[in-house]
């Protein structure tokens, strides 16, 4: 029985067949993903890009206020020296170093 076989198609299976490319629907899917990533790409790099000023305008903050700390505690180490302060007790308030005392004491023993 060597007879010819003839291939039957199903209506289905020759819709399928005859469409070329992807879906409207993956094409959609694939659309809405990419331009999902790319907004969301681009919303991080904005959010890094101006925690990164907000950093280098702290540490410049810093430097800034470090300096000034400094000159401050320079000027409270000249204005608490000792000799200066004697000298504005002296001219300004008038005030007079009282003379050195002596102290006699005497020790009883017991009886």
């Known amino acids: 029985m060597g007879g010819v076989r003839r291939k ?13 490319g992807p879906s409207p629907i993956t094409f959609f899917f694939w659309t809405f993903f990419l331009v ?31 300096n000034i700390n400094r000159e401050l505690q320079v000027t ?7 000799d200066r302060i004697t000298g504005i007790a002296r001219l300004r308030l008038e005030m007079v170093i009282p003379p050195a005392e002596s102290l006699i004491v005497y020790l009883s023993e017991p009886d």
Request: glycine letters at 0%.
């Open 36 to 66: 999902s990533a790319a907004i969301s790409y681009l919303w991080i790099y904005n959010q890094t890009d101006m925690a990164v000023k907000s950093l280098i305008e702290k540490k410049e903050q810093i430097l800034e206020m470090e």
């Open 76 to 82: 409270i180490d000249q204005l608490s020296q000792i």
């Open 8 to 20: 039957v198609h199903s209506s289905v299976r020759s819709r399928r067949k005859r469409s070329h």
